[in-house]
């Protein structure tokens, strides 16, 4: 299927202050859509499913827009490699045909796979506003405090919402003309997205995840957060001895762990990958994920007594280190 790309601009988005809102402000936004996008209420995709004359208009104007709506994806900021434009759209394509987000129970925040038509999971989405400690949390029993956007996290030096915006650095960092993946961080983008699977309390649906689900009729939330496309893999490296890991895997994992401090790495977010080899044995490859508690604010992180705070390595404990 052939895509239109639709350019705006937009406001830059503050998130914090000196060097970490420079690299994070967004200039730009790509929007991905189909050709027979309906371009207007009144289009004749909505005319062929206007509802009957007796409608009254308000219901008339809500069952058009309900119906013509064509989901889509925007990309958010700017000099995405093709690697990025490559999910967007795979992405776009995939809401386009039917498929809706589904929540995972993995996870302390909202975490939703996106699959293909034919059901394999093609990317994950993490909305800002549902992050852990977030007030639209789906898993909000399960978290000790709630805050709003932009209020301290989970984390000390890690606000709400920044760790969607930390996911899409983690890649940013991966993916220059220097570092040209070697840490294999899968392609992750910024996006702003609607659908009615996401979770708001707000929104009439519910004061939880479950009540919304019971909802016979679900409001459509816009969301921002990362969009990383999703990797077949054959367990995590929890799942497997650590001294069969290669010494130049591990060092690919903890080159970018250094440099992202980052306080999350434990064994379930190391991907593990059989790659066959020419003699007919298989080498196992390591792919990092979930970089959403990384890059804290410094100096919060350092004067914070709060160990969860701690760059957390876990190859540090294995013999390749």
Known sequence: MSYMKARTQSMPIPIGGGEKEQFYKLSRTTTYMSPSSPVSPVSPVSLAISPPPEASPWRARFVIAARSHCPKLQLLGGAHDDQVHRLVMEACAALDGGTS?????????????ISRPDGDNLCVFKPGDEEPCALNNPKGAQ?????????????????????????CAAYVLDATERSRHFSRVPATANVRTEHT???????????????????PFRVRKEKVGSLQRFVQHDGSADDFSPSLFPLLEVQRIAVLDIRLFNTDRHGGNILVQRSPQCDGSSQLRLIPIDHGFCLPDWHAALDSRDQASAPNFEWRWWAQA
Do not use: K, M
Not at 143 to 167: D, T, W
Not at 201 to 213: F, I, K, Q, R, V
């Open 101 to 113: 987000p589904c929540l995972i129970d993995d996870g302390l925040g909202g975490t939703y796979f």
């Open 197 to 215: 699977a996401f979770f708001d309390p707000t929104s009439g649906e519910g004061n939880s995840y479950d009540e919304a689900l019971q909802c």
């Open 143 to 167: 978290q000790a405090f709630s805050a709003g956007l932009g209020r301290q996290g989970l984390r000390v030096g890690i606000l709400v919402g920044e760790a969607a915006l930390n996911e």
